[in-house]
């Protein structure tokens, strides 16, 4: 389990402003454009309730409020709770929150009240930063790499093989890859013997270093919510990468599209 920290969530909004610009030009298009046409729906004025949960590891300093600028970011009205759990969330609902965010360490999740929609953080994380991936527009072919099918990975992966890409995937635990290459029909990719490099590159995994010189091609787009970052800053520069990685908003922007 890897739980968010203060740092990774300084100056949410300049972070995401960073890499909607990468993701613009890498695309050619801006984040809520691509939620738009991934979930066919459009944010309108929902209230959204955001309610600090103590369970676990507890409060996560900057969370609540990183999720309060975020709500703002998107042009929705949102408000923290005063109470934390249970009584969060009733207060939540006694002031007419539409959508409700919350998170322990295990889930976090978005609940539209109004039309009973729910939705994890780590399958619209997987979701968005593999079609961000999956838009490269110095593409040639469908093909595209996954490096991690834990939880984000193989949601991403899932996503993928729906648009009809061809899906390759690596992950060190044989299970998670036998799984994904038995009931999502993705290729399995051996970093030690395929020497196929990649120009779609969506990386999911909680470990540095993870990409190789021998994975990727020049000027390609490598689409990460992993922490810390899979590519190091020397490959990112000599292959002049398009990277996109951030912390939360990409991911939050993804939940509440997919709930309205
Ligand atoms: P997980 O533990 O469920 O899965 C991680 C997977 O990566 C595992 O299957 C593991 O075997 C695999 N892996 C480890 N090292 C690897 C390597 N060198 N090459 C290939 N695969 C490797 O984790 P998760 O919930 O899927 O989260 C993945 C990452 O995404 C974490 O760092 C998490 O913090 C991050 N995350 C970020 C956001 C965001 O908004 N930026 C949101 C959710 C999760
Ligand atoms: O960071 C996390 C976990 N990794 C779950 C996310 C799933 N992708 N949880 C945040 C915990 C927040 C805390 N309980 C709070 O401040 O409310």
């Known amino acids: 389990m890897t739980l968010l920290t203060p740092d990774d969530l300084y100056n949410v909004s ?134 991690g099918l834990g939880k984000v990975g193989y949601a991403g992966a899932s996503h993928l093989i729906r648009k009809g890409f061809n899906v390759y995937a690596y992950d060190p635990d044989n299970e998670a890859l036998n799984s994904a290459v038995q009931e999502l029909g993705v290729h399995p990719y051996d970093i030690h013997r395929d020497g196929k490099k990649f120009c779609m590159v969506f990386e999911a995994t909680p470990n540095e270093n993870t990409i190789t010189k021998d994975m990727i091609s020049e000027r390609c787009l490598v689409s990460t919510p992993g922490i810390p970052c899979g590519l190091s800053p020397e490959l990112g520069n000599d292959y002049d990468v398009d990277l996109v990685m951030e912390p939360l908003l990409i991911g939050v922007a993804s939940m509440l599209y997919s709930v309205i």
Not at 105 to 111: L, P, Q
Request: charged residues 20%; aromatic residues 8%; proline residues 1%.
């Open 14 to 147: 300049r972070q995401f402003e960073k890499n909607n610009d990468i993701i613009k030009r890498a695309t050619g298009q801006g984040i809520r454009d691509i939620c738009e046409s991934v979930y066919n729906t459009r944010l309108g004025n929902e209230k959204i309730g955001i309610i600090p949960i103590t369970a676990g590891n507890g409060i996560i300093d900057n969370f609540a409020e990183s999720l309060f600028t975020i709500t703002n970011y998107l042009k929705l009205d949102g408000f923290i709770t005063n109470h934390t759990d249970v009584a969060g969330y009733y207060e939540a609902v006694n002031q007419n929150a539409d959508i409700l965010l919350m998170a322990d360490d295990y889930v976090f999740i978005a609940h539209n009240l109004r039309n009973g929609k729910i939705a994890t953080n780590h399958v619209c994380t997987g979701v968005i930063y593999a079609e961000i991936a999956s838009r490269c527009k110095y593409a040639d072919t469908k093909d595209i790499l996954v490096i």
